[in-house]
């Protein structure tokens, strides 16, 4: 009778044990998420975290969001042929590097035409963007800094798409 009274203590113990490890653990990890939730995207890298221009205008004044989101628009529009072109020599920079015969210029042409057709699509953007940014707050410019260096080109998932087929789904442009 003595034993039994000592084991249904020592599973109470247990037990209670348990549960205050459970409750302690789903605290801790509630807590902790809702101080990454407070943080915001902010503390998380651009890229790592899926973090784009359209994503970061959210978190701007209602009149600058407008203005960062129409310029992106605007901008998605103007660029969307040079995107189409600059997509295309990436594909024939990564043909040119796995073709059967390969030859060492010809991969190295490829990629540095990519790359520089990449570079100046970015000079366009950020150009623009670095101008439209100096009517921002200090701290706007402080959040938008680092997805200007860091977003990638092209349409985010997160933005609105304009009517009609997408350059990419339509296919190259008809030649004359």
Do not use: C
């Amino acid at each position: 009778m003595a034993s039994s009274r000592i084991l249904l203590i020592a599973s109470l113990a247990l037990n209670l044990f348990v549960l205050g490890v459970l409750f302690g653990a789903g605290g801790m990890y509630l807590s902790a998420s809702q101080t990454r939730r407070d943080a915001g995207p902010a503390t998380a890298s651009a890229t790592s975290a899926g973090q784009t221009l359209w994503a970061a205008s959210t978190r701007l004044s209602p009149a600058h969001r407008k203005a960062l989101q129409d310029y992106l628009t605007r901008e998605g529009e103007a660029l969307a042929e040079p995107i189409h072109q600059l997509r295309t020599q990436r594909r024939h920079a990564i043909d040119a590097m796995g073709a059967e015969t390969y030859d060492a210029a010809a991969a190295a042409r490829a990629q540095s035409d990519a790359q520089d057709r990449a570079l100046a699509i970015r000079r366009e953007l950020t150009m623009g963007l670095t101008q439209l940014m100096a009517d921002f707050t200090p701290e706007e410019r402080r959040m938008m800094a680092e997805p200007v260096q860091k977003s990638r080109i092209g349409r985010p998932a997160d933005a609105q798409l304009p009517p009609g087929p997408s350059p990419d789904l339509a296919g190259p442009p008809a030649t004359p």
